[in-house]
Nanobody
Framework: QVQLVESGGGLVQAGGSLRLSCAAS????????MGWYRQAPGKQRDLVAT???????DYADSVKGRFTISRDNAKNTVHLQMNSLKPEDAAVYHC????????????????WGQGTQVTVSS
């Protein structure tokens, strides 16, 4: 089993910054893609940013130039630095990890964190 622990959410004024972190632990052989998604009330869960094991990144158009995703492969952690936050960035942010796990056949599995709330006041 794999556990994801998120931290770093909170309340910030528009224009401010927050840094989210997610640490993965458990029966992990290796982690492929790590990422962040967000879900605002009444809306679907949307991609924010992903980072592959080799470091290539992908961002939603709405956050390009403001958010930066990074990872520490040695610590199985992923971070999301969020700058110039806007009220429309407010949502529950979920960590997502695709990992190869220690089970018969070494399957590839996807895991989600419980979510961390980001609130941006105008």
């Amino acid at each position: 089993q794999v556990q994801l622990v998120e931290s770093g959410g909170g309340l910030v004024q528009a224009g401010g910054s927050l840094r989210l972190s997610c640490a993965a632990s458990g029966s992990i052989v290796t982690i492929n893609t790590m990422g962040w998604y967000r879900q605002a009330p009444g809306k679907q869960r949307d991609l924010v940013a992903t980072i592959a094991s080799g470091g290539s990144t992908d961002y939603a158009d709405s956050v390009k130039g403001r958010f930066t995703i990074s990872r520490d492969n040695a610590k199985n952690t992923v971070h999301l630095q969020m700058n110039s936050l806007k009220p429309e960035d407010a949502a529950v942010y979920h960590c997502n990890v695709e990992a190869i796990v220690y089970r018969a056949g070494f399957p590839r599995r996807t895991y989600w964190g419980q979510g961390t709330q980001v609130t941006v006041s105008s």
